[in-house]
């Protein structure tokens, strides 16, 4: 007969089992496969997120709305994920990582499918909405993920490339329903990446190595309120929300007004001209995972700096009058923004400690945010200065972020926390 105590046991040894397992390494067949499959979750995730924002026109055109009322179509999206990643890393830690994560993203998918085929605009947002309540459960949790599973040598560039993959899949999810509506309506373009979404939820399902060290916590509320409210008693995370705030408040801004400078005198570009912006963000796909790499050698402390000052470098460079010098500026403030996100996330993760769930949707939360204040302020400073007004918004965000990045190199490491060896100084941390 069984002995009563097997379950207990059991149950006592998970925790045991997740402390000695092996941590995913660079190099490896593991992270290979982490990597191919947050790739393909980070691509899809923000696909399925932009893909409406070059068909708020057609919008326009086929449901009789203004362009205020087709914005809602993404910003609707984007709201109701800010606050639900609040509580998908609690979900997660209920349920597991990977399962939440998958049915977020095949469930996303869905939706979008959906999308293609609602006869009217009021059920469009509907399913728009509930897209932002799916989407949640990946993005919080994929950082929340790394952070337990990748080692502390290998998690920075773990992060570079699942951002890598978000940003190829924001821009890929723009071009596709942006050319194919052309040809064969919007409908055919939200249905393709619909398929895509499908296709990357599959890949990730089956690539992504099994949580080891996760170990399931009862979900209780009290807990969880808890654990946000210990977060802010940390002497570096509260900066690191305000940093996600800064980074792409600042990004978004820059990219909302551009377009009306260059569509204006003395530059005069056609909007198809303009759309080609779009295609600097590949850039981000190699910042996030260099600098997100380097970061993870010399230390977050010594590198999140440069990011910033790379920014504000670029926001002074679109302020100059010839093209390329602009072009040139934007290339700098998207290859910062992509490196500094990449190692404000990771070091979210890295500091939250058995929070890191929470942490990380705060930080996201606080991310999101940034896009739709920052982003709608901007408007206010184009509207009464023009660009030059736009400029000096934007270089106060990223002054601010630099000023915070240069506390932050002072921060006390935290003495229960791992440190990577560094050619440069012994104990550079995380």
Same mark, same amino acid.
């Given at each position: 007969m069984e002995s009563p105590t097997t379950p207990v046991s059991v149950a006592a040894s998970a925790p045991h089992d997740a402390a000695h397992a092996p941590f995913i390494h660079h190099g490896t067949p593991a992270f290979r496969q982490t990597n191919l499959a947050l790739f393909a979750a980070g691509f899809a995730t923000f696909g399925l997120l932009y893909c409406v924002q070059p068909l708020m026109p057609e919008f326009s055109r086929d449901y009789g709305v203004s362009a205020a009322g087709s914005a809602l179509s993404l910003s609707l999206t984007t709201g109701v994920l800010a606050v639900a990643m609040l509580f998908a890393g609690a979900l997660s830690d209920a349920w597991g990582r990977k399962s939440v994560m998958v049915?977020?993203?095949? @469930?996303?998918?869905?939706?979008?499918?959906?999308?293609?085929? $609602? /006869?009217?605009?009021?059920?469009?947002? +509907?399913?728009?909405?509930?897209? =932002?309540?799916?989407?949640?459960?990946? /993005?919080?949790?994929? $950082?929340?993920?790394? =952070?337990?599973? *990748?080692? +502390?040598? @290998?998690?920075?560039?773990?992060?570079?490339?699942? #951002?890598? =993959?978000?940003?190829?899949? %924001? *821009? %890929?999810?723009?071009?596709?329903?942006?050319?194919?509506?052309?040809?064969?309506?919007?409908?055919?373009?939200?249905?393709?990446? %619909? #398929?895509?979404?499908?296709?990357? =939820?599959? #890949?990730?399902?089956?690539?992504? /190595? /099994?949580?080891r060290h996760f170990v399931a916590q009862p979900l209780r509320w009290r807990l969880v309120v808890g654990r946000f409210a210990g977060m802010f008693h940390d002497r570096g995370l509260p900066w690191l929300f305000v940093e996600g705030f800064l980074l792409l408040g600042a990004f978004v801004t820059v990219y909302n007004y551009l377009g009306y400078r260059l569509l204006a005198a003395p530059y005069n570009l056609s909007q198809a001209v303009v759309g080609l912006i779009f295609g600097i963000y590949l850039v981000g796909t190699f910042s996030s995972a260099w600098m997100g790499h380097l970061a993870g050698k010399l230390g977050r402390r010594k590198v999140l700096w440069t990011a910033f000052a790379l920014m504000l470098a670029g926001v002074a460079l679109t302020m100059c009058r010839p093209l390329p010098l602009i072009m040139l500026g934007i290339v700098a403030v998207t290859f910062g923004f992509f490196g500094g996100h990449s190692i404000v996330s990771s070091w979210v993760g890295r500091r939250a400690g058995a929070a890191k769930a929470q942490a990380s949707s705060v930080y996201l939360f606080c991310y999101y945010m940034g896009s739709s204040v920052a982003g709608?302020?901007?408007?206010?400073?184009?509207? @009464?200065? %023009?660009?030059?007004?736009?400029a000096l918004f934007v270089g106060v965000l990223v002054l601010a972020g630099l000023l915070i990045a240069l506390r932050l190199v002072r921060l006390a490491p935290l003495v229960n926390v791992a440190t990577p060896p560094t050619p440069m100084s012994r104990g550079a941390m995380p």
């Open positions: 049915a977020s993203l095949l @469930s996303s998918a869905l939706l979008v499918l959906v999308t293609a085929v $609602m /006869p009217n605009w009021t059920a469009l947002l +509907v399913v728009r909405t509930l897209l =932002g309540l799916t989407l949640s459960g990946l /993005p919080a949790v994929a $950082m929340t993920y790394l =952070g337990e599973e *990748m080692h +502390v040598e @290998s998690i920075g560039l773990g992060m570079g490339l699942y #951002i890598s =993959g978000s940003a190829v899949g %924001g *821009m %890929g999810g723009r071009l596709i329903t942006g050319v194919l509506a052309d040809f064969f309506g919007w409908r055919a373009g939200v249905m393709v990446v %619909g #398929i895509i979404g499908v296709l990357a =939820g599959a #890949i990730f399902w089956r690539a992504l /190595p /099994p949580s709608a302020s901007g408007g206010l400073f184009y509207a @009464s200065h %023009g660009w030059n007004g736009v």
